[in-house]
């Protein structure tokens, strides 16, 4: 069996649906120049396969991008060798950030004071969230 | 400090007061001719318009005010470049109270976060256009003496139609609980209000293609135009623009008291011969936008009937 040591210092993003681990890094990490582990289709008694990533040094992760990715997943902080937290996420409620409006008349494609902000309509297999400017549903399929 | 971005941001006591107010204003033009001198309207049109920025800008001078702005976002520094945060800043200092329209959608929401001044949306691309919404409703207030009670039928583009959308959920507020939509199935109502008017305001909606089918049981025929500037494409607008066309014989059959209202411009879903029917009121609906125009400016600004006692 792989295996891959602990980290000193840094996160744990565990419990990642298979083959999901890799939009994670993408959408979060893609740029990061600490060390990362991406470890995909690893054994899991409650998931049967899962992915983790592990990612040294860094401490701050986006719960809300976690949450829309999969509500599923878990993030250890690790400082000194110990598990000091322990977060869970989930699907975001408001959302700023993170998601593109699908409108493309929408004044937020075009003007960098307008950040992207959403409210979740919908969670019924695909996370629904409307536009705060615009008003039109983005969906977003889990 | 408020801003009108849709008409939600209205109650419906305030709604109704402003067509009451609008209405003397129609009825009594010169008790208000000079309750806003000295005030100042700025006129940022990014996008064309004549109805609006005109009877906004006719509104303002009936009042007894002045209007500065720009009728083409060329003319403006938008075209060097310049965010519309930046321009609504400085607009801060140049005047009392700013009406936009622009093509993007929630432009104006965006504005009213940097402004200092109130904000009245003008008209936001497909989105909110909500000083239709209260030219229609005086308009029908005026015509039928009252808002609720009536079988209203929206004829046309259903889907990009920003008019429609405004005006069928401000109506449902009322407590209209019943709407006709005449449409291609192309240019349906989008389905997301179609669940909020039935959700939130119970509203039972009776879609339809064919105006044939319906028109002798329509109180209130509002008619919509097929935009041309909301397609991607020209070939999905030129197979929909003649999709309906109201005329004289098609009349015959209406009610004898319906009245055929449309925001315009028109092009040609509303044949030249209707426009001598009795029923036809939409000439009369862009002269009513005058006057609750008028009576927007004066609560916004809290002068006239609106004046902090």
Redesign the interface.
């Known amino acids: 069996m792989l295996e891959v040591k602990g980290i000193e210092n840094g996160i744990v993003i565990d419990h990642i649906q298979a083959g999901k681990g890799l939009k994670v890094f993408n959408r979060l990490f893609s740029a990061t120049d600490n060390s990362v582990v991406l470890l995909m289709n690893v054994t899991s008694k409650q998931l049967g396969r899962k992915d983790i990533i592990k990612i040294e040094n860094t401490f701050d992760v986006n719960m809300d991008i976690l949450g829309i990715i999969d509500p599923n997943i878990t993030v250890n902080i690790i400082k000194d060798n110990k598990l000091v937290e322990k977060l869970k996420a989930e699907i975001p409620k408001s959302l700023k950030g993170g998601l593109q409006c699908q409108n493309p008349r929408c004044i937020t494609h075009t003007d960098d004071y307008a950040e992207p902000e959403f409210k979740l309509i919908s969670a019924n297999g695909k996370l629904e969230y409307e536009c705060s400017y615009c008003e039109e549903i983005t969906v977003y399929k889990l | 400090m408020r801003h009108l971005i849709e008409p939600e941001d209205l109650t419906i006591d305030e709604i109704n007061r402003l067509v009451e107010v609008g209405l003397d204003m129609y009825s009594n033009p010169k008790v208000y001719n000079k309750i806003c001198d000295g005030k100042i309207l700025a006129s940022l049109f990014f996008e064309p318009s004549t109805r609006t920025k005109f009877s906004f800008d006719s509104a303002m001078m009936r009042l007894g005010g002045n209007v500065i702005g720009f009728a083409d976002a060329s003319t403006s520094s938008t075209s060097k470049g310049e965010?519309?945060?930046d321009t609504i800043k400085v607009m801060g200092a140049y005047a009392d109270i700013i009406v936009m329209r622009?093509?993007?959608?929630?432009?104006p929401?965006?504005a009213s976060?940097?402004s200092r001044l109130p904000i009245i949306n003008g008209g936001?691309?497909?989105?909110q256009h909500p000083t239709q919404t209260l030219t229609d409703l005086i308009t029908i207030k005026r015509f039928k003496q009252t808002v609720n009670g009536h079988n209203v039928a929206f004829c046309g583009d259903l889907k990009y139609g920003r008019t429609v959308h405004s005006l069928i959920r401000t109506l449902a507020r009322f407590g209209n609980t019943k709407f006709i939509l005449i449409s291609p199935d192309e240019l349906k109502l989008p389905s997301?209000l179609k669940r909020q008017l039935t959700s939130q305001y119970g509203v039972e909606l009776v879609e339809v293609t064919s105006m044939e089918d319906v028109i002798d049981d329509i109180d209130i025929l509002y008619m919509t135009r097929i935009q041309k500037e909301r397609f991607f494409n020209e070939e999905d607008y030129l197979k929909l623009k003649n999709s309906y066309k109201l005329t004289r014989e098609k009349l015959k059959n209406a009610k004898p008291d319906m009245i055929v209202m449309h925001p315009l411009p028109r092009v040609n879903e509303i044949g030249y011969d209707v426009d001598d029917d009795k029923r036809a009121v939409y000439f009369e609906q862009a002269e009513m936008g005058v006057y609750v125009r008028m009576a927007l400016i004066s609560m916004m600004l809290e002068v006239g009937p609106y004046a902090r006692s």
């Open positions: 965010s519309l945060a622009h093509p993007k959608e929630g432009a929401k965006l976060q940097y936001d691309g497909g989105h997301a």
